[in-house]
């Protein structure tokens, strides 16, 4: 379970090659596909399992849910949501359609608290979605890492 390119890049540039690779992505942390790393691995036969694709969560808050501790992540996720919207779906929908759509990812690990959420991701499942809608999304380039990596957030009291 790895966590940034860094340590991915470490892991290639190793003499030792797992077989399996966890790590974070997401419609708005696209950081690790934009930088190439995904199809070093896939090239190189690592499957690849992505996690925190709601991002913690912070997908199904609302802009009051946030407070000010997200201000800096608000016109992103605005303009994910105006984008996902056209398409008919909301940013979660969007971030876990566009990770099961990459040829390099073999699992998507999602968190549920009922069996009704994963019956409305299972439904998500069954969603066609125009690759041109990822590719909008994809132009949004977000790259705040107090935002994206949850273990930096403000603790909660």
């Not at 070093?40 to 407070?67: A, C, M, N, P, W």
């Not at 990770?99 to 069954?126: F, M, P």
Request: with cysteine; aromatic share 8%.
């Amino acid at each position: 379970s790895l966590y940034s390119k860094e340590e991915i890049c470490q892991v290639l540039d190793s003499n030792y090659k797992p077989d399996v690779i966890q790590m974070p992505m997401n419609i708005l942390d696209t950081r690790l596909y934009r930088c190439g790393v995904l199809s070093k691995l896939f090239d190189r036969g690592i499957e690849i399992h992505v996690r925190s694709v709601f991002l913690q969560g912070l997908f199904y808050l609302s802009k009051t849910d946030l407070g000010d501790s997200f201000k800096d992540v608000l016109p992103y996720l605005e303009k994910l949501k105006s984008i996902s919207a056209e398409a008919g779906l909301d940013i979660a929908e969007l971030s876990l359609l566009w990770l099961v759509s990459l040829k390099e990812v073999s699992k998507v690990i999602i968190g549920i608290d009922n069996v009704n959420q994963l019956k409305a991701h299972l439904e998500t499942l069954k969603k066609n979605v125009d690759s041109s809608v990822f590719e909008q999304a994809l132009s949004i380039k977000y790259e705040n890492e107090n935002i994206l990596n949850p273990s930096l957030w403000p603790i909660k009291s």
